[in-house]
């Protein structure tokens, strides 16, 4: 027990304070940078530093949805998405260093409050535990789409990133319902879309 909350704590430390990295390469890493007004550059690195944010609290999700789960099947898809989540993180991390951006400065606290989430979410069983996480794939499929459309047309590095995200969480989503995800209620959906926005505003900005 002791061996497997350190392992649990080191792994929270590595996602807050370490250089993620990436075993796919980095999306459009291949096409060249574009100009951009220096008002564009820190947009768009606003706007990835949010995405780096939702990775944060995708890990701290999985985490904690992982550790609560009783099912080997169902902790072993939780990983594998935890794994494509730190490779996004390895892209987001490299595009706001090529634009000159930084990491939001609450990352810590994004991640505790994730962690939490996640706790809580798998106490009530396997079934709810995947609806959440197909839900919580869903509204960050929704908010990339949103992103495709704020992002310069020509800054291609970046879309192409979120292009590929949007696609790995789709199939996040889809493992989640094969598994035998159940749906949530209206009003939890709400309240998630609530909370949702509070950190996307923050992140942009701090």
Excluded at 14 to 21: E, H, L
Excluded at 108 to 131: E, K, Q, S, T
Excluded at 142 to 169: F, N, S, W, Y
Aim: aromatic share 4%.
């Amino acid at each position: 027990m002791i061996d497997r909350l350190i392992c649990e704590f080191d792994k929270g430390l590595r996602t807050v304070f370490s250089n993620a990295r990436s075993g796919r390469q980095i999306p459009g890493d291949n096409l060249p940078d574009v100009e951009m007004s220096d008002a564009d550059r820190r947009h768009v690195a606003a706007l990835m530093r949010v995405n780096h944010v939702g990775e944060i609290c995708a890990q701290a999700l999985y985490q904690g949805q992982a550790i609560m789960s009783s099912q080997p099947l169902i902790k072993s898809a939780l990983e594998q998405a935890a794994n494509e989540e730190t490779e996004h993180l390895a892209w987001t991390e490299h595009r706001i260093a090529e634009l000159g951006g930084r990491k939001s400065l609450l990352n810590p606290v994004w991640y505790g409050g994730a962690l939490a989430i996640g706790l809580l979410a798998g106490r009530f069983g396997d079934a709810w535990n995947l609806g959440f996480l197909a839900e919580t794939e869903r509204q960050v499929e929704a908010h990339l789409d949103g992103h495709l459309t704020r992002v310069p047309d020509a800054d291609r590095k970046t879309l192409a990133i979120v292009e590929q995200m949007k696609a790995d969480e789709i199939r996040h989503a889809d493992t989640a319902i094969n598994l035998g995800a159940r749906e949530l209620p209206h009003a939890v959906k709400i309240i998630m879309k609530a909370a949702s926005k509070i950190m996307t505003t923050a992140a942009y900005r701090i």
